[in-house]
């Protein structure tokens, strides 16, 4: 883990979405959530320092959210999602 990267990022869900916001930090990467089982549901660029990802399609359960920066560091946090 990342102790900077994960200091200046927040992920959280809210309302069938999941929410990266970056702090201090270039925005420069990419975004992945992955089920429980190892499928990918989402890939997205990171191009501003708020992205959001409709899970709206995904059903209830736990993800994982991994920003990836274009330096190599990077951040997982497991969210549920209702």
């Known amino acids: 883990i990342n102790e ?3 200091h200046n990022t ?15 930090t270039s925005i420069d990467g990419v975004v992945t ?4 089982l190892g499928q990918q549901i989402a890939k997205l660029n990171v191009t501003d320092a708020t992205t ?3 899970m709206s399609s995904a059903k209830a359960g736990v993800y994982f959210v ?3 920066k274009a330096n190599g560091s990077s951040y997982t946090k497991k969210l549920f999602m209702k």
């Not at 959530?33 to 429980?36: F, G, K, L, N, T």
């Open 66 to 68: 991994t920003i990836t």
């Open 33 to 36: 959530v992955i089920d429980v």
């Open 4 to 6: 900077l990267l994960a």
């Open 52 to 54: 959001t990802i409709d």
């Open 10 to 24: 927040q992920i959280y869900g809210f309302d069938n979405s999941i929410n990266v916001k970056l702090f201090n």
